[in-house]
């Protein structure tokens, strides 16, 4: 089976967003994604709106040719924005204002019948949803029990660890949660710090269908684009000195 890419445009817009500009624009960020290769668009709205805000969300359903993939906490304000939005997909996670990034997993077990009753909700509205959940079987079965359409594997863990013995722990349960997922008709994804010095194993995973890469990217991208962003700014300088001499 194919697997395909979700480019997740949050960095775009904390970069945008920490100087008060209009630019970096994550809509243009998203249009270069798809015109390379990727087959999704992800976003997560956090309830701070530290990076994505509602406008980005608005034009950014116009501008995805793909899909695009909303990440988001299960309120009913995000329900809301939902019924607005119509995002072709939504993934619940779990949200702390305090958190640098998506720390942990949803706890699908612990919060079951609220989950079943919200992602109903979701599901009347054509809405795919996903859970990001922790590579543990416990989890997987909630989240069948809840029906959800499909889940994300937390990688985080699987990425951090920092011994080969703990990785390869890691490793086999991401593979254990993906093969029990799909044997209950479940979509599965994965995602959260992977990179390029990493991925292989997970992308090898035959039941896996889709990663969602942000981090890595955005980060490429910056170095990567360095070279030609500076010697764009100094043909600009040399320009306007050139034209000062011949005017
Ligand atoms: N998937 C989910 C559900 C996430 O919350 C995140 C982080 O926003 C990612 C994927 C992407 O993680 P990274 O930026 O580390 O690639």
Redesign the pocket.
Known sequence: MPIRL?V?V??VATLRNQRGERYPDPADAAFVAERAGASQI?I?LREDRRHIRDRDLAILRQTVTTRLNL?MAATQEMLKVVFEHKPDSA?L?PERREEL??EGGLDVAMHRENLKRYIRQLREAEVWVSL?IEPDLDQVRAAHKVEANAI?L?T?KY?NAAMRADRAEELARVVDAAKAARRLGLAVYA?????YHNLRPIAAIDEIEEL??????IARAVVDGLDRAVRDMVACMAEARESRASG
Do not use: S
């Open positions: 979700g997740n949050d960095h992800t997560h990440e993934t996670v990034t998506t990001f994300e937390h985080g990425c995602g959260h710090g992977l990179g969602n890469i942000g981090h890595a990217i």
